[in-house]
């Protein structure tokens, strides 16, 4: 543990020594009181951790030190001595803000332990807090929505940016979940700053029925089929003067795709059941996740609409492409997601952080935000660690194994692989059983025969003497 600064407050000077001796041992760097007014004083000056102090005391008593001391520095963290009688002073002051209590008498692991856990979560605050920072720095730039520095998206967003500026076609092509909407979206907004010209128009080719695609993009008249007893415009209409966005235009039939070219080419339509010829001027962006190319070789795309609608071409990277925007996508979905199931943003711990990276996230961001929700809603100590994530993310990918020289009885490779799956297991039996696919009943007569055989004084079991064991593959 690397040094820290502690100030430990107690009217009684033995009490004081003891705590002195005990952090100092641990590396600390120690400041005694024994008047609670002098150690306000002293934290008022800041560069304090951590705060240890008794409850019991005058002319304050701990409770309005811990208030006067949040007041001072809001980050140092708080921990009371309570002896027996100030339990209630105790549980007020952990709602007041205090980080932990210890108990009278004082035992030196109690105190280290206790210690030790105000300091990593003051790391975490702190990590955090410097991590909304740069979030907030991010969300100031003029892509609002698009959250991500990474150079994937970086060069992504420079080709944007300018596709932006003009009215040209944009392709958008990514994985499912990787942001399509978004930029879409973003294109629009960019393309029009002060929201003047026209509407962003949305139509999803999968959402609606193939048969009502056509009326829906294009509009009808009265009496144009069952069920058409109004005149209705259509999307394309509606997009006058701004963008018509055309998700998933992979699956659009193909008699639809010969009317939007027709639209793409001379910008003219007519409604459903009318004569009349329509002209619309809009810029079309259109999104898939399917390979257009394969689509066209298959019959199933008409290569001249493909060139009609990628005048630009923008490929929204994966996820696993951009494992740096994690910190900050994950940071933003938490947030999100806790304000929208009130609930305290919970911190991300480093290891589980570091297990998102590592991960390689087949629906993309979408995958991302509903894991982040899924562990607002689930979590209940205000930290996410890796075990609170899906095993197949939070797990410890790194199988320990061990090495075991070719010639081995058999019998004692069983024994070594039972040992050292009952380390991993701490213990547990019955898992251990289930990771080595046999009875429980195995293990505990494995145990049994260990310990009847008992090897001698000193000597280790054959586990770490013949095999090597290593926390990566063989
Ligand atoms: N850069 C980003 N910053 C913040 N949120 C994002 C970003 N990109 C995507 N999202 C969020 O991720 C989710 C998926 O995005 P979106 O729907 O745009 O993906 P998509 O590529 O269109 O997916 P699909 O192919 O399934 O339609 C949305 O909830 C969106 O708000
Ligand atoms: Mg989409």
Known sequence: MSSYQILIVDDERPNLESLERILRSDGAAVEVFQDPQEALVRLRKGGIDILLTDLRMHPLNGLELLKAAKLADSSVEVILLTAFGTVELAVEAMKNGAYDFITKPLQRI???KSVHRALEKRRLVNENASLKEELKSHLG????????KSSALRAMME?????ARSRANV???????????????????????AGHQGLFVKINCTA?????????LFGYEPGAFTGAVRRKKGRVELSQGGTLFLDEIGIAPLTLQAKLLRFLQDGEFERLGSNETLRVETRVISATNTDLKSAIRAGNFREDLFYRLNVVHLRVPALRERIEDIPLLAKKFLEE??????????????????????????????ELQNLMERAVVLNRTGVIEPSNLPSEIGGDQRQKSIVIPVGTPLRQVERLLMDETLRTTKGDKKLAAKLLGVHPRTIYRHLET?????????????????????????
């Open 141 to 148: 730039q003029p892509q609002r929505d698009l959250v991500g």
């Open 450 to 474: 260990t310990s009847d055989e008992s090897y001698p004084e000193g000597k280790e079991s054959p586990s770490l003497s013949d095999a090597v064991c290593e926390n990566s593959s063989i």
């Open 171 to 193: 392709l958008i092509e990514g994985e499912s979940g990787t942001g399509k909407g978004v930029l879409a979206e973003y294109l629009h907004r960019a393309g029009d700053p």
């Open 159 to 163: 080709i944007a940016g300018q596709a």
């Open 208 to 216: 609606i029925p193939e048969n009502l695609l056509e009326a829906e």
């Open 110 to 112: 109690q105190v280290l």
């Open 337 to 366: 997601s806790a304000k929208k199931n009130g609930r305290l943003v919970p911190l991300l711990h480093p290891d589980a952080l570091e297990a998102l990276q590592h991960y390689a996230w087949p629906g993309n961001i979408r």
